[in-house]
Each structure stands twice: as C-alpha cells, then as structure tokens.
C-alpha cells in the first residue's frame, strides 16, 4: 500500500483502543490507500457508552473520515440503539421523506413553514419492502423519523425479471443547508452476496452511456470518474482530506480564500459558505462539497463567489475531477452488524448501482441511514439549545427519551 497522503497516528490510535475499550479491541486502518478509514470489531454499542470511549471514537474519525464498527449482534442493537449511539456524534436529523409539512411530502419543495407531521412506518413507502421477500428479509422495528431506509427491494412494480439501477450522483449529505451534516451512519442489516453475473460480481457495470442522472456538458473524463462505481453494492467515497492535502501548497491557499453561494432553491439569495473545512479536532483541511451540482433537478448548481455561472461550473468540474481520481477513491463494502460512520465534511459518496426487481435474499441490500449535525456529545441526552434545533434541525426533531434517557 503507498503512503498515505496524511498521517493517520494509526499506531497510537490503536493503543488507545487497546486502553480504553479492552485487549478484546481489533483495530485495522487505514482500509484505503489515500489513507481514509479505520475498522474496529469487538465494541458492543447495545451498551451505552462512556465519555472516554466517545471521544476515542470522534478522535479517530476527525483524522481517519470513515469508522467501521463492526459486527453488532442483531437481535440485541436495535435501531433504537443505533439512534442512541448517533446521539453523540451531533443531533439527528428527521429525513424528510419520513414527515409532512403542512400536509405536503416535506421534501417536495423549499417550503419552511407548515404543521410537522411524522409518518408513522407503516405509512411509509419502505414499509413495502417488507412485502417482497416474506419471512426472509424484513426492516428491523421502528419508528424514528431519523431513520432512513436505504434498500434495493422498492420499485419492483410487477418485474418478473431483474433490472439494473444506475448509481446516484457524487454528494455529500445535506450540503445545501447553512448547516450541513456532520456525520452520516449506515447500519448494514443485508447485503447483496450472489456473484453470479457474467463478470463474476453481483452485477454487470450498467449500460447508460448517457449524461444522466448528471447534467449534460461536462468533460468525457469527468464523466467517467463519475460513474466509475462498485459492482458489489459497496457505497462508493472519495477522501477530500486527501485530495485536499496532495495540492501544491499555492492551490491550497488559494482554495481556502474560497466561497461559494448554496442555496435551497434557485430563486433564493443564498448564503456563502466555505468551500475548505478545518476539522475542530485532528485540524485536517478537506473539500466540503466541491461539486458544482451534485443534485441534478433537485436542487440548484452552486456559484462560486466572484465566478459567472459558467466560471464556476468549469473551475468546480476541474476539482471534482481531481477528488474522484483513484488515489483518493474508497469503495466500502458492508458486512451485516456493521455501523459505518463516515464526515461529510472530509469526503464526498454515491450509491452503487444496483440490481432491483429481486426475488431471493442473496440479492437483497438493506440498510439503515441517521444523519447528524451540530457538535458531538460525550455524555447523553445531548442538551442542545431549543432555539439552534429549530433554526437547524428540520421538523425540530429531538430523539425521544426513550431512546437516550433523560437529563439529571
Ligand atoms: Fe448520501
């Protein structure tokens, strides 16, 4: 493996595990050349967790961007569990797909203002996940508007036959808000094993040699690193610490004068946020979102400050293209039990392309999603401030007592 491209202290991290969470603590990193990604198994987070051991947990992923907790038993780490343990990492956020606004999908458009209402599961178009593989595959109990289903047994319509599902489009979770999201988490509760197509993986690389789902107009190569994805259902990411750190030291400055105008909608004035982050903890510099529109149709392309619309397109294009180089590529396979955490401030995802239409378990992909913004928490409930929930957390969503117990 080649050097990484920063220094990860994985020595000293692994010690640290070995003090604070036991000798029965495997510690493995980095999982990617560029230097992003650590593994740790034997940490049972049904048990709530103590301040010291959180903070190990938020050291390691301020210098490694991506923290596998691997193996959580099932039966025992429910979603509840997962939503607790999400708790110390920032706030969780309620996806807009599990609430109504004022009677209206809360996604469907820039609206800020309406009644809250959280639909409950068995309302939930996922629920009919649950309806595909009887008895198989089912999603774990809950209710928790935080908690997003990602899962390739919906849109199966009437198919009789597979179908490929192009990947989505490189991003980071939430970027088009004043305050982005912090940390992402997947549980992986099943994941695709067959490997039976022509090529000996679970699917063949689809076929779309269009544009979509991008925006016409951008260079072949761009377009090629773009949809260079995993054929084995991994979650694909590229490290924009890494990126970020193999640039002359002129270009980083330069970079970090950066600002660049997001906005919810096209129409609206937006705001001008920093295009380099400095992580509060290790100090790493990374990319935050260096991609001029990485939700084609959804929400608008972003302006660099100073830049024409064109400018910014093409100077935005050239950094994308530098983070989706292989050297700073990490395609993450998930194992069932795993808990995945990854910062959006230091890398960019996509999801795979993916087989739907599917009739056998060995096909099926399910996995849990919370997202969480603000500052991390060592000791739980969180005692964030009403006012900065309802400004930033939208719905005003808090995890119940129930799920992190109460405060005194
Ligand atoms: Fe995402």
């Known amino acids: 493996m080649k050097e990484p491209f920063l220094n990860s202290s994985s020595e000293n991290l692994a010690n640290r595990f070995t003090a604070i969470f036991g000798e029965n603590v495997a510690f493995e990193s980095p999982l990617a050349a560029s230097g992003m990604g650590a593994r740790v198994s034997g940490i049972d987070l049904s048990v709530p967790l103590r301040p010291a051991q959180v903070e190990l947990l938020l050291d390691t992923l301020s210098h490694v961007r991506l923290l596998t907790i691997a193996g959580q038993d099932l039966d025992r780490f429910s979603l509840a569990s997962f939503e607790r343990f999400a708790n110390h990492w920032g706030a969780p956020v309620a996806h807009p797909s599990n609430f109504l606004r004022g009677g209206k999908p809360a996604q469907q458009d820039g609206a800020s203002d309406g009644a809250i209402e959280y639909v409950p599961y068995a309302d939930r178009r996922v629920a009919d996940a649950d309806t ?20 390739n047994l919906l849109g199966q319509d009437d198919r009789k036959e597979f179908r490929l599902k192009d990947g ?96 919810l909608n096209a129409e609206d004035e937006g705001w001008l946020a920093p295009l380099v982050r400095v992580d509060p903890r290790s ?126």
């Open 168 to 263: 989505g489009t490189w991003h980071t979770d939430i970027e088009y808000e004043p305050l982005p999201i912090y940390v992402s988490m997947f549980l992986a509760h099943h994941v695709p094993v067959a490997r039976d197509a022509p090529n000996g993986q679970w699917i063949e690389p689809p076929t779309n040699s269009a544009p979509a789902p991008y925006f016409p107009g951008s260079a072949d190569e761009l377009m090629a690193l773009r949809k260079r994805l995993p054929l084995n259902g991994e979650t694909a990411f590229a490290d924009t610490a890494a990126a970020f750190a193999a640039l002359p030291a002129k270009e980083q400055s330069k970079l970090e004068a950066v600002r660049v105008r997001r906005r």
């Open 283 to 408: 100090g790493i510099k990374s990319l935050h979102s260096p991609i001029w529109a990485s939700r084609p149709g959804v929400r608008p392309p972003i302006g660099v400050d100073g830049m024409s619309p064109e400018e910014s397109r093409v100077f935005l294009d050239g950094l994308e293209k530098h983070i989706l180089r292989p050297e700073f590529r990490y395609d993450h396979m998930h194992a069932p039990g795993d808990v995945t955490i990854w910062n959006n401030y230091m890398s960019v995802h996509t999801s795979p392309p993916i087989k739907i239409g599917v009739k056998r378990p060995e096909d099926a992909r399910l996995l849990y999603r919370l997202s969480c913004k603000g500052a991390p928490s060592p000791v739980l409930p969180r005692d964030d401030d009403p006012a900065w929930i309802a400004e930033h957390i939208a719905s005003g969503y808090r995890s119940p007592e129930a799920i992190v117990g109460s405060a005194g």
């Open 132 to 151: 595909v593989l009887p008895g198989k595959v089912a999603c774990l109990a809950h209710e928790s508007p935080a908690v997003l289903v990602a899962t």
